[in-house]
């Protein structure tokens, strides 16, 4: 019995668990004006469709993979290419204005993959990371994979 008195006693004077570190809620994507998303996280929250990565709903017959790559220069993206800019910005347009994006994105990794991507979002646009405008390429409708030349 003293040993658990002793114990509600120390148990007592700990202080209490510190909170976890709010999280980003738009885990770095973002929408059109910067903000992040917000929307569903997972499929389960939209069943029987599936969670795209822009945060929403569609059907699976909706979302692709996406293979965004590019070239600075006309030269493969690298640490020397990419020198002059080496973090950018990722933008996906719909024809409609719809967007969201991500950034940073190391530019010397010339690639950029996105699984459950929406088929709405037609072309996309990269550019450095403190620029509001990039270079912009179609994304292929069939294939899902676009290439950005950067000046």
């Known amino acids: 019995m003293r040993l658990v008195l002793a114990f509600v006693l ?8 510190a909170e ?26 939209c ?20 293979h965004v790559t590019w070239t600075v ?22 024809p409609n204005g719809e967007s969201f994006g991500f950034a940073p994105v190391p530019c010397k990794n010339g690639s950029f993959f996105v699984d459950k991507f929406p088929t709405v979002y037609d072309s996309v646009e990269l550019g450095p990371e403190s620029s509001s405008s990039g270079t912009t390429a179609a994304i292929d409708r069939e294939t899902g994979e676009a290439i950005v030349r950067l000046p």
């Not at 120390?10 to 668990?17: E, K, N, S």
């Not at 006309?74 to 020397?80: N, T």
């Open 20 to 45: 976890p570190p709010p999280s980003d809620p738009g885990d770095g994507w973002t929408g059109p004006s910067g903000d992040p998303l917000v929307g569903c996280r997972s499929d389960a929250e």
């Open 47 to 66: 069943s029987p469709q599936v969670c795209a990565r822009d945060r929403a709903c569609y059907p699976a017959t909706s979302v692709r993979t996406a």
């Open 73 to 94: 220069h006309g030269a493969a993206a690298s640490a020397s290419t990419c020198s002059a800019m080496p973090d950018l910005t990722l933008r996906f347009w719909g």
């Open 10 to 17: 120390v148990a007592g004077c700990l202080p209490p668990p």
